[in-house]
């Protein structure tokens, strides 16, 4: 299965499009279908020739439901952007664009609609232009009338295309499951639907909701009864009648341990000017309003009302609700450490500089070790229960507890990593410093280019240490990523 989300300006034509593609009404309220206005998240789908079943998430497109269309776009890889030929590019667009842009969004297709109103050159180009300067300048385009039914065989082949060029998803990823709908079916009890990005959810499968475990009584995606359902994919979780009350839209279930409940987070943002004090943040299916503190050079740190499951690597939007302003926000640490020194957050900038771009050499064997690290037995005990971890499995990085259990705290690893003792790829991702050079020989058996996934499998290792260990190749020059989020090592 695939997943598409729309966006666009409202009254755009987003509705139309997707019942003249699928022959389903995404609108399914009352009110919705009387005024002609999405208002809330629609759902419609049909198999597309050459890829099989495709969903489709339909955003609302006014300014007031902005928090609603992000709930449905975040969690979705694909997206088909909607301008209509007889009306200009309007700021709903250019929020929706920015949010996708913020979001890492690079796979999708530009349609202009209502073609039998008005010519669409004009539109087309507008279009285009906003487009050149985001991760979907080389989305292709269609022209189409959802009332003639003009440009629809087109629309279909361009976008089965484009799904065709979308990394498959790690089916063994753990499960993290953005809830966009809560509601109760009688006889069955609580059920809750969301996109799945990635993994496979079983019925018996116990998930967990913040500290409160929860079990996956059944499954259906597509309004099929399934056993087991793998990313990407629309599911409906039944989750009986003793589901916790507080699951809603913006909670996540998850793989137990998987993830990191965190309040605070340590981020990254990309964009223009200074975000205000007390942001919106947009993750998963989940909006808060977050106190920021700056670190500097384009880091800071955000604090969460209540504990989100977050972790290194993770894409959000921030919004600034007076101007409209977005900004794109990248985790870099979701357990950071307490800033309660002068001087700490400018340390801090510092130190997420250097884990994000990794740009520290890889130290020569025979450089000098600090004397503090080399006298400290407790230091040197750690090292070596690490080597002995990593032996048989060189990227099997252990866990954040494992490693606090070996003495390995974060402060200790970061002294290893700068003396050339350890491989500190993120924080709690932990490995021996010649694990990049082995990751590269074994990299070099695959087919070029690779997905995350594929690296992640011949690695042997899980994505919470291939992911950065891969960032860490890219910044090193080992390895090129490339547009559509594949690698090839450098030279090949």
């Known amino acids: 299965m695939h997943v598409v989300t729309t966006a666009g300006h409202v009254d755009h034509g987003k509705s139309a499009l997707i019942r003249a593609l699928t022959g389903r009404d995404p609108d399914r309220l009352e009110e919705e279908r009387r005024r002609g206005l999405s208002i809330e998240l629609g759902y419609a789908w049909a198999p597309l020739a050459g890829v099989g079943d495709v969903a489709y998430v339909d955003v609302p497109g006014h300014q007031r439901f902005l928090t609603t269309a992000l709930a449905g776009m975040g969690p979705v890889p694909v997206a088909l952007f909607v301008v209509a030929a007889d009306d200009p590019w309007m700021p709903q667009a250019e929020e929706h664009l920015a949010a996708l842009d913020a979001l890492g969004v690079r796979h999708g297709l530009l349609a202009v609609t209502r073609s039998d109103l008005a010519d669409p050159a004009p539109a087309l180009e507008a279009a285009r232009s906003r487009l050149a300067a985001t991760g979907l300048a080389s989305a292709p385009h269609v022209v189409v009338s959802a009332r003639t039914g003009a440009g629809l065989d087109a629309l279909r082949s361009t976008l089965a295309g484009v799904l065709r060029g979308v990394p498959a998803p790690d089916p063994a990823a ?28 079983r019925a018996g499968d116990r998930l967990a909701f913040g500290d409160e475990p929860v079990r996956v009584r059944g499954i259906e995606s597509l309004e099929v009864s399934r056993t087991e359902v793998t990313g990407v994919a629309r599911v409906a979780l039944d989750l009986g009648g003793h589901a916790p009350a507080g699951i809603a839209r913006g909670s996540a279930l998850v793989t137990p341990g998987a993830f990191i409940s965190t309040a605070a987070v340590d981020v990254r943002l990309d964009g223009g000017g ?139 690893a970061a002294r290893l990593h700068r003396d050339g003792r350890v491989l500190r790829v993120a924080p709690g991702v932990v490995l021996l410093p010649d694990a990049a050079d082995l990751s590269v020989d074994v990299l ?3 087919q070029a280019p690779f997905t995350t996934s594929a690296a992640r499998q011949a690695l042997g290792t899980s994505r919470r240490v291939a992911l950065p260990l891969l960032l860490h190749l890219d910044k090193t020059g080992r390895t090129v990523r490339l547009a559509d989020d594949t690698r090839r090592l450098r030279g090949s």
């Open 174 to 201: 753990p499960v993290r499951l953005w809830v966009d709908r809560r509601f109760h079916v009688r006889g069955a009890g609580t059920v809750v639907t969301g996109t799945l990005p990635e993994g496979t959810v």
């Open 274 to 412: 200074e975000p205000p004090e007390r942001p919106v943040l947009h993750v998963g299916s989940a909006s808060a309003q977050v106190r920021l503190r700056p670190l500097g050079r384009g880091y800071a740190r955000l604090q969460l009302p209540e504990p989100v499951p977050l972790r290194a690597g993770d894409r959000a939007v921030l919004r600034d609700p007076g101007s409209r302003e977005v900004w794109g926000v990248v985790v870099l640490d979701a357990a950071p450490p307490a800033l309660s020194r002068r001087g700490d957050a400018a340390r801090r900038a510092r130190v997420l500089s250097g884990e994000e771009a990794e740009a520290v050499p890889e130290p020569a064997p025979a450089a000098p070790v600090a004397a503090p690290v080399v006298e400290d037995p407790a230091a040197e005990a750690a090292l070596e229960r690490l080597r002995e971890h990593l032996a048989d499995a060189p990227f099997d990085a252990p866990d954040a507890p494992t490693l606090t259990a070996y003495g390995l705290d974060d402060g200790t």
């Open 444 to 446: 070099a058996g695959l």
